[in-house]
């Protein structure tokens, strides 16, 4: 037994009308094999938003990588251990060149020709104060905490507010520079006569300049202290 088969009600309607054989083609070419076009669906306002955030994050990631590196942080630089001084390193011997160094510049700080062992006047304190310490000898010799008095060896790091010696028994130590006072030699130079005084007698060889330095007065960075103008003060007692 068959079952009857039911046709489009579109070819229904169009027999009702034209003939079987043209109502076939109609049917055919303008409903059966017709494209259907789709319209897009449209875009959200949570899509739109959420293309523009992605566009700026692009646009902002590819400026960064146009722009220089960032630099370090002090956490970072701390971490990565960059101005720790290796162990290894830690050795005064190591040293003593560049103490020789700050000797020959200390002289042409403090303007020293060669041929006269200049005397200290109030220019050399200023002199002295904008110079460099790295590589100079310094002693402590008063301080609040008494364990700190008698420390003395070659400065490897000048900081703000410290000063790191390595000492002759190849020791690091971190020293501050508040309620410390550090004492410092400046030999003559190699040039330095010792000369005749009026009356005939050879006068004695030129000594070693001694300096005192108040850390409290002295708290800050090398390359500040260059343009720095130092006024006199009032210290107080340690």
Known sequence: MTTP????????????VHPPAEAEAIFLDKVKRKPVYLRPTEPSAADGRSRRRQARLEKLSQRKQRQKPRPLSAKEKRSLKLYDVPREAQKYHIYEPLHRMWIGYIHEVLGDNGNNYMPVRPTTAA????????????????ARCVSRVGLKGIVIKDTKFTFEIVTRGDEVKLVPKEHCIFRFEVPP?????????EDGETKAPPRNMVFELHGSQFENRAPERANKKFKQKNLPDL
């Open 5 to 16: 088969t039911t046709s489009h009600i579109a070819l229904d309607l169009l027999r009702e």
């Open 189 to 197: 130079p190699p040039g330095a006569s010792v000369g005749l005084e």
């Open 127 to 142: 002199k002295l104060c904008s110079a460099d310490f790295h590589g100079a000898e310094l002693e402590v010799v008063r």
